[in-house]
């Protein structure tokens, strides 16, 4: 099974601050998935294939990486941003999550 | 497009329970569907996968055997039986849409299961 490790595993960011979340995993994957979930409701897709954005997503994200390391990257943090993102791969069965990155607005 | 799950509930340890996920606004026999939980103010875990036709059904080690998907595409429904049921199974239960090259990108807003006696 892939691991996938998050980190920071809290972050309290202003607005206007830049944001990144990076995620690591035990073996290589070919492609990162990011979700975004805000308290009480259902995980939304957020990025997918490592760097695109989903529909509806402002530009203001973006994903990068590669191999084991991969990164989520807000340029301005903006009051809406504050929820919990986690990364997922696909590549190997069992698809795995990371433990999720709660970014909180300060 | 939306998915509404349906069936959870407080169920005593070592019984069964269907949970539910209908589907509306897309072509569900398209589509691979999953099923993920969420345990109380924890992460995300992915349980099982099931095929287009229901054929093919994939599970982590921890549920298979206990587990089972299935889905009626005439119904645009899927469903996972759970059997034996224990605490740790207790979450909230998501049904998402699996689209190929992209992503979960469909979620459901999720039953919440709750095992106890």
């Known amino acids: 099974e892939i691991v996938l490790t998050q980190s920071p595993t809290t972050i309290v960011a202003s607005p206007g601050e830049k944001v990144t979340i990076t995620c690591r995993g035990s073996?290589?994957?070919?492609?990162m998935y990011w979700y975004q979930q805000k308290s009480g409701a259902s995980p939304k897709l957020w990025i997918y294939?490592?760097?695109r954005l989903a529909s509806g997503v402002p530009n203001r994200f973006s994903g990068s990486g590669s191999g084991t390391s991969y990164s989520l990257t807000i340029n301005t943090m903006e009051t809406e941003d504050a929820a919990t993102y986690y990364c997922q791969q696909w590549s190997s069965s069992p698809w795995t999550f990371g433990g999720g990155t709660k970014l909180e607005l300060k | 497009v939306q998915l509404v799950e349906s069936g959870g509930g407080l169920v005593q340890p070592g019984r069964s329970m269907k949970l539910s996920c209908a589907a509306s606004?897309?072509?569900?026999?398209?589509?691979?569907m999953a099923w993920v939980r969420q345990a109380p103010t924890k992460g995300l875990e992915w349980v099982a996968l099931?095929?287009?036709?229901?054929?093919?059904?994939y599970y982590r080690d921890s549920v298979r055997g206990r587990f089972t998907g299935s889905r009626d595409n005439a119904k645009s429904t899927l469903y996972l039986q759970i059997d034996s049921l224990r605490s740790e199974d207790t979450a909230t239960y998501y049904c998402?849409?699996?689209?190929?090259?992209?992503?979960?990108?469909?979620w459901g807003q999720g039953t919440s299961v709750t095992v106890s006696s």
């Open positions: 998402l849409r699996v689209n190929s090259g992209y992503g979960m990108d469909v």
């Open positions: 073996s290589s994957v070919s492609y």
């Open positions: 606004g897309f072509t569900f026999s398209h589509y691979y």
């Open positions: 099931i095929s287009t036709g229901g054929d093919n059904l």
């Open positions: 294939d490592t760097s």
